[in-house]
């Protein structure tokens, strides 16, 4: 499987250099970055936004596993928005002259990357698992509106002017093998952030295994504490 | 319930009255950042985007400062578990916001008076520019309410408390410094229309920030 997929990125890559130059670039043959670059925020929001909905079965159910599976969502549509970013720096500089342009855009996908990293702030300081899984996934739930809004009303409100195109795909400016590359690439990003997202839940359900025989075995006899201590015991609040 | 919101609600104005730490902390620190905004721009003419930024910018960190206090202050005292047992999540939450939401209007009355004293800023429209107000303070308590909970059980909860309400509250300060621009812009260079546009879509996230909140809260203060 893995082989396979190290095999479709290297053929997809070299094929990436092979089709012809965009036109309408200022540098094409170093707009492929467009190619790494668009998939990014379309999968980043989709893991955001099922990372939210598994908060969310998290706050219904109270069952840890669905924490776990919101966390990795969390941390890989993190990644692809730190890709984003990156990708997006690059295209910027080669295309438009700055690093930096302070386009609408990279800004507020700027406060996205800010609002999600204040959800890995909060996890991090919190001891409790429960109360972590809990507080975070509020926040998760709490910081979709923003998100949203930063990521698709906020471009398009009037007045607001950006480098970035509001409909170069619908309006047929990507055509073509340079649109086939970009499907391909997408699809692809698509299998390699399933694949990560299986291990890292399969790992993050592991850790709560070993957590609950590390709890069991602390309570059974094999390491019991002596009769004069008196362990605190967790007391639902719930009626 | 509607008892439950009420009592919360005596609670904290009694509470406050009490003390006047958190009325005079915000307000102190209102008047600094207008008092500042003013030392930095006195020889400038400052064109409506600037102020609508600057007031922006002096509301939001007035709110982060003031707000999260009325939850954090429950865990610090200790009080917070018997509230748990005496109150709905539901009436704590619209007690304290709307507490939050009387402390934050009359945050942004002190503020706009001295911005509007201090930086000789004239005004084109002022329903445009209540409605702007009014929708962010909306937002604002609805929002750093939520946010105090969430930080309650943390370390280091009143520095997290703000790092989490500013990414949350930084789409509502764009929509409020569109709004307030347009409001403050004398020379009539911005559509009147979009400015409402902005007002109106701020008061709506307000009020959904504060109904969506109340679930939320409950969420976090039963566990």
């Given at each position: 499987m893995k082989y396979a997929l190290a095999l479709a990125v290297a053929l997809v890559t070299v094929w990436s250099f092979l089709v012809p130059d965009a036109v309408g670039f200022q540098r094409p043959e170093l707009a492929r970055v467009f190619f790494w670059h668009f998939p990014c925020p379309i999968l980043a929001t989709l893991l955001l936004i099922i990372g939210a909905w598994f908060s969310f079965k998290f706050q219904r159910t109270g069952d840890l596993r669905w924490d776990v599976r919101a966390v990795a969502c969390m941390e890989l549509g993190y990644i692809f928005c730190l890709m984003t970013m990156a990708t997006g720096i690059i295209f910027s500089k080669v295309q438009w002259g700055a690093w930096w342009q302070n386009d609408p855009r990279q800004t507020s996908f700027l406060m996205v990357l800010l609002i999600y990293a204040a959800y890995f702030g909060l996890r991090g300081a919190m001891t409790d698992d429960v109360k972590r899984a809990s507080n975070s996934g509020v926040y998760a739930l709490s910081a979709l509106l923003p998100m949203l809004f930063l990521t698709f009303v906020f471009p398009r409100l009037p007045g607001v002017e950006s480098f970035h195109p509001n409909e170069s795909i619908m309006q047929g400016q990507i055509k073509g093998q340079y649109a086939y590359v970009v499907v391909a690439v997408m699809v692809l990003m698509a299998w390699l952030s399933a694949w990560m997202y299986r291990i890292r839940v399969r790992a993050g359900i592991l850790e709560l295994k070993l957590e609950e025989m590390a709890n069991g075995l602390e309570n059974g006899s094999g390491d019991s504490a002596g009769s004069t201590v008196v362990r605190p015991v967790r007391v639902s609040r719930e009626s | 319930?509607?008892?439950?919101?009420?009592?919360?609600?005596?609670?904290?104005?009694?509470?406050?009255?009490?003390?006047?730490?958190?009325?005079?902390?915000?307000?102190?620190?209102?008047?600094?950042?207008?008092?500042?905004?003013?030392?930095?721009?006195?020889?400038?003419?400052?064109?409506?985007?600037?102020?609508?930024?600057?007031?922006?910018?002096?509301?939001?960190?007035?709110?982060?400062?003031?707000?999260?206090?009325?939850?954090?202050?429950?865990?610090?005292?200790?009080?917070?578990?018997?509230?748990?047992?005496?109150?709905?999540?539901?009436?704590?939450?619209?007690?304290?916001?709307?507490?939050?939401?009387?402390?934050?209007?009359?945050?942004?009355?002190?503020?706009?008076?001295?911005?509007?004293?201090?930086?000789?800023?004239?005004?084109?429209?002022?329903?445009?520019?209540?409605?702007?107000?009014?929708?962010?303070?909306?937002?604002?308590?609805?929002?750093?309410?939520?946010?105090?909970?969430?930080?309650?059980?943390?370390?280091?909860?009143?520095?997290?408390?703000?790092?989490?309400?500013?990414?949350?509250?930084?789409?509502?300060?764009?929509?409020?410094?569109?709004?307030?621009?347009?409001?403050?812009?004398?020379?009539?260079?911005?559509?009147?229309?979009?400015?409402?546009?902005?007002?109106?879509?701020?008061?709506?996230?307000?009020?959904?920030?504060?109904?969506?909140?109340?679930?939320?809260?409950?969420?976090?203060?039963?566990r």
């Open positions: - | 319930m509607k008892a439950g919101w009420i009592a919360i609600l005596r609670k904290e104005i009694k509470s406050e009255l009490r003390q006047k730490s958190g009325l005079v902390t915000t307000l102190l620190f209102g008047i600094f950042a207008v008092i500042t905004i003013s030392f930095a721009t006195f020889d400038l003419a400052i064109s409506p985007q600037l102020a609508a930024g600057l007031l922006g910018v002096a509301m939001l960190f007035s709110a982060i400062v003031g707000l999260p206090r009325v939850i954090l202050v429950e865990e610090e005292q200790g009080t917070g578990d018997l509230l748990r047992l005496l109150a709905q999540p539901e009436d704590v939450f619209w007690g304290k916001a709307i507490y939050n939401l009387l402390f934050m209007v009359a945050t942004t009355i002190a503020i706009s008076v001295l911005f509007f004293g201090f930086t000789h800023m004239g005004l084109r429209n002022l329903p445009l520019l209540l409605l702007c107000l009014s929708g962010a303070c909306m937002a604002y308590a609805g929002t750093v309410t939520l946010c105090g909970a969430l930080v309650a059980h943390a370390s280091n909860r009143t520095a997290l408390a703000g790092v989490l309400a500013v990414p949350l509250l930084l789409p509502l300060s764009f929509m409020a410094v569109s709004g307030l621009r347009v409001a403050l812009d004398v020379n009539e260079a911005f559509n009147l229309t979009r400015g409402f546009i902005s007002g109106i879509g701020l008061v709506l996230y307000g009020a959904a920030t504060l109904s969506v909140g109340s679930y939320l809260f409950a969420a976090v203060w039963k």
